[in-house]
């Protein structure tokens, strides 16, 4: 399947020169096409960068290498005065932050690379990243933004204080974001997402659609986001893409809009998503686990919730689809499920309460009205 959708990446890619949706980084301060990156000078494949550098400067000296393998941080403090951007190798590059701080410079975000075309990022996908073991990147206005990468992992980091998301992943396939903690984040927290916005339709870069730039198969595990107080986005976020898991994960702190979020909507490709072992600590105000389908199914296979709320749904069941529930030891007073009207359902070893539809469920599609429930498969509940 992943085959295809490169091959139909390239039969829609747009010249090199096409004008790029604006971002906080600047057109020119991005390596332009393939072209640009192979006629370098830079023959070496390892720089190490002290807390005396400029380290932005660093980079841009380093952003036409087609030899870097290492990156490496001598353990300090670093205060960012621009963004660090990413060289493009079509190999692996490895940034070690060997516990060091990173205090960047606020609108701007720490470690980017996008492409300017979808042809381009065809060509950017072959660079993979191993970005790991920084003490903490606080501030900046993303911690990470990546456009067009394949088997990147982010690795024992902590954000803090980032104003739009701690990771944001554009059309990042079968990566994965491990042992990460998301400290205060004034919107998102982890974004995967394609290149075309689920809701304004508005492109990242041209040339690309809600199949053709997904973050399929990608993984989140064992990643914690503490949410400020006034926080107003997600905590996890994945948008338009299929086969991602979130095993292992935390969503606690202050309140904010939601905990996850899986939008699948106008996306005839994300047909899976599934949650093992969640841990959510806080109350959303728009509802937690949100699941906007097309389709698709939705699973989750363990989850502990510590607190319920009357005014917002545990979980919120946006549209019909199919809805895979296992292992919910535990559901709270004031928890409920808003659902749509007609989903598909499976329960499976939860708690008795959670099996009372009349009671905690409630149709958020026709008020008033019980949910139909021809399409409920429930088996094996558990006695407390």
């Known amino acids: 399947m992943l085959i295809c959708i490169f091959a139909a990446n390239l039969l829609q890619g747009k010249d090199a020169n096409s004008t790029l949706r604006k971002t906080e980084v600047s057109k020119e301060s991005v390596v332009k096409n393939f072209a640009d990156i192979s006629a370098t000078k830079n023959t070496e494949s390892a ?30 403090v670093y205060t960012l005065r621009d963004t660090l951007v990413l060289p493009r190798t079509g190999s692996l590059v490895i940034i070690d932050g060997q516990g060091s701080r990173i205090v960047a410079a606020k609108g701007k975000p720490v470690f980017y690379s996008l492409p300017a075309t979808q042809s381009q990022a065809m060509v950017f996908n072959k660079t993979r990243y191993l970005i790991k073991d920084f003490g903490q990147i606080t501030g900046g206005s993303r911690g990470v933004f990546i456009g067009s990468s394949f088997n990147t992992v982010i690795s024992n980091v902590e954000f803090m204080d980032q104003e739009i998301a701690a990771i944001d992943l554009v059309f990042c396939l079968m990566c994965r974001v491990e042992q990460v903690l998301v400290t205060n984040p004034m ?31 990608t993984v989140l595990e064992s990643c914690r986001v503490y949410n400020r107080k006034g926080c107003t986005g997600t905590s996890f976020s994945i948008l338009q893409s299929t086969g991602v898991r979130l095993i292992d994960c935390i969503s606690e702190g202050w309140e904010n809009e939601r ?5 699948a909507a106008g996306c005839t490709t994300a047909k899976l998503f599934k949650i093992q072992n969640f841990h959510l600590e806080h109350a959303p105000r728009d509802g937690a686990m949100v699941f906007r389908s097309f389709g698709s ?15 917002a749904p545990a979980i919120w069941l946006m549209n019909n689809g199919n809805y895979i529930f296992k292992n919910i030891p ?32 409630r149709n958020g599609e026709r008020e008033g009205e019980k949910i139909f429930r021809e399409y409920f498969r429930t088996s094996d509940d558990l006695v407390r």
């Open 259 to 263: 905990a996850v979020f899986f939008d």
């Open 187 to 217: 919107h998102d927290g982890i974004v995967l997402r394609t290149a075309v916005d689920g809701e304004t339709k508005d492109q990242v870069w041209p040339g690309t659609s809600f199949n053709n730039s997904q973050c399929n198969h």
């Open 297 to 311: 199914t939705v699973e989750i296979d363990g989850l502990f919730l510590q607190i319920g709320s009357e005014t």
């Open 330 to 361: 535990w559901w709270p007073e004031g928890a409920w499920v808003r659902s749509s009207h007609s989903p598909a359902v499976v329960i499976q070893h939860c708690t008795n309460r959670f099996y009372n539809i009349n009671k905690y469920w």
């Open 47 to 76: 720089i190490t960068i002290t807390p005396a550098d400029d380290v932005a400067a660093v980079f841009r000296s380093i952003a036409d290498s087609r030899t870097i393998k290492y990156i490496r941080f001598e353990p300090g």
